[in-house]
């Protein structure tokens, strides 16, 4: 079992930067990991993905603008989100897995491990 959550979340203006935490615990050690968004009457999207050699995958939407990271030491996750964008707006979520298909790193449906969420709200 692997316990996520979340902080870091908050109101900011458009332009401005956030960096997200996730703090992985119980038998968290070799998961693949990810971040997801969910705007109010909209899908779960992914947003990035780092893998267990560190790999990292990222949504179209905020490459060059999000950097996922993680501390394999801590099991803890990052997402610094820069140059944030009012259609950023969203509850952001941490997810885990032991074992991710290569060609879906940013599926909701690969991950079975979930936090409970954090707001992210952008003014523009």
């Known amino acids: 079992q692997v316990r996520l959550v979340e902080s870091g979340g908050g109101s900011v203006q458009a332009g401005s930067s956030l960096r997200l935490s996730c703090e992985a615990s119980g038998n968290a050690g070799g998961i693949d990991m990810a971040w997801f968004r969910q705007a109010p009457g909209k899908e779960r999207e992914g947003v990035a993905a780092?893998?267990?050699?560190?790999?990292?995958y990222y949504a179209d939407s905020v490459k060059d603008r999000f950097t996922i990271s993680k501390d394999n030491a801590k099991n803890n996750l990052y997402l610094e989100m820069n140059a944030l964008k009012a259609e950023d707006t969203a509850t952001y979520y941490c997810?885990?897995?032991?074992?991710?298909?290569?060609?879906?790193?940013?599926?909701?449906?690969?991950?079975?491990?979930w936090g409970q969420g954090t707001q992210v709200t952008v003014s523009s």
């Open positions: 997810a885990a897995d032991r074992r991710v298909s290569v060609w879906l790193r940013l599926a909701a449906t690969e991950y079975a491990y």
């Open positions: 780092i893998a267990r050699d560190g790999t990292t």
